[in-house]
């Protein structure tokens, strides 16, 4: 089974929008922690936001939120604002507890496009 | 300072060649790791190194041989280089075992092109 599964392959949004990014996971560990990154076109991996399965708020990062539902395994990632500059590739990855090696996962990407 | 580096940036050469992929850290972390990137964009891990121990090898070709002469330091060599190698590959580190809500830093990638 799929650790992380992001189901939007591609997403547009219109400048000044929100968009939302989708994310759940699979894991029976109680102990996990889930990022993203972002993975504009010239290719480097740049990290946004975590989130601890123990964290009982949501996190924010200035534009960017994590919806952290934990019932439903789902890590949903929030653009707020969105601008030009938000058009890359985004990736959900989970971190296990101990027993995973300390190796992030990640989901398949969705490629955001920010239009005018 | 850049904090996570890998040369070279690029490579291009034939299959059956030999090459090394180099990875550097500069942030006193404990674990260092190589993913790889499809053309698909998908990433997937390869190996994972804490304190220059191997502990992740995630069913990689044995063609394929990581070596961390220091904690700071994780290189890949490519023996017997095939098409299906071409891909981009990351180094990245983090913090170490227990750090779990630890970003990992990747470097920059290395764009590997087997003709």
């Known amino acids: 089974a799929q650790k992380i599964t992001q189901t939007q392959p591609g997403m547009f949004v219109q400048e000044k929008e929100a968009v939302t990014l989708d994310c759940t996971y699979d894991t029976s560990d109680p102990s996990y922690g889930l990022f993203w990154y972002k993975q504009p076109s010239s290719g480097e991996m740049i990290f946004l936001i975590y989130q601890g399965s123990y964290d009982q708020q949501n996190a924010t990062e200035g534009r960017y939120s994590l919806n952290f539902q934990k019932a439903r395994k789902s890590a949903n990632l929030v653009i707020s604002a969105s601008q030009l500059g938000d058009s890359a590739m985004y990736f959900c990855a989970m971190r296990e507890g101990w027993g995973g090696g300390n190796k992030l996962t990640f989901g398949t990407g969705t490629q955001l496009k920010v239009e005018l | 300072d850049t904090a996570v580096s890998q040369t070279p940036k690029y490579l291009v050469t034939q299959m059956g060649n030999d090459k090394s992929i180099k990875c550097e850290q500069n942030?006193?972390?404990?674990?260092m790791y190589w993913y790889k990137q499809d053309s698909k964009k998908f990433l997937k891990i390869m190996f994972s190194y804490n304190n220059k121990e191997l502990i992740i090898n995630e069913t990689v070709p044995n063609r394929f041989s990581p070596k961390s002469p220091d904690k700071a330091h994780l290189n890949l060599h490519i023996n017997s280089l095939e098409l299906g190698d071409s891909a981009v590959y990351f180094c990245?580190?983090?913090?170490?075992?227990?750090?779990?809500?630890?970003?990992?830093?990747f470097g920059q990638g290395t764009r590997l092109t087997v003709v």
């Open positions: 942030l006193g972390h404990d674990t």
């Open positions: 990245a580190s983090s913090p170490g075992q227990g750090a779990m809500l630890a970003e990992a830093f």
